[in-house]
């Protein structure tokens, strides 16, 4: 008996800025995000191309968006943004949009730079990029932490 069931998730992860957008993508058993590319920010139409085609190519089923978080928890000016672009971007490509808190993922991005000797202010593009990967692989533990409790769950009947 051979189980149809789809075992592999193609996601993509944003970090989305005013100039870039961060771009990361996950290997097909959705346990690993890496960094794919940078988005240039200019007019909406464009970067709706430029993703079309990253969807195209990676057969891309959801969004996985960093929300810039207040420290405090709240939703500020800038996580709305991000959120009103995100939903034009799903409406726009025909994908869900699920959040991820990425309140520290750039920090983390640039101290990883850092660690490898690379200079951040020369690598902003990498910065978002890695960015993206952190808030992707964020989402995938999750997913797949969750996952793993109701297989346990449902072993315990």
Do not use: H
Not at 23 to 43: F, H, K, N, Q
Not at 122 to 132: E, H, T, V, Y
């Amino acid at each position: 008996m051979t189980m149809t069931t789809k075992q592999y998730i193609s996601a993509l992860g944003l970090d989305v800025g005013l100039k870039r957008i961060g771009v990361a993508g996950c290997d097909r058993t959705g346990l690993i995000a890496t960094g794919i590319t940078t988005v240039e920010r200019s007019s909406f139409e464009r970067d709706v191309e430029q993703f079309q085609n990253i969807v195209n190519e990676r057969e891309v089923e959801i969004l996985v968006v960093g929300l810039p978080y207040s420290m405090d928890g709240s939703l500020g000016f800038q996580a709305r943004q991000v959120q009103k672009f995100a939903n034009r971007l799903g409406k726009a490509l025909k994908l869900p949009i699920e959040y991820v808190d990425e309140r520290l993922t750039s920090y983390q991005a640039e101290q990883m730079l850092i660690a490898e000797k690379v200079s951040p202010s020369r690598n902003k593009g990498l910065i978002d990029r890695k960015a993206a990967a952190l808030i992707l692989q964020q989402w995938l533990d999750t997913r797949r932490a969750t996952a793993v409790k109701m297989l346990s769950s449902m072993d315990s009947f």
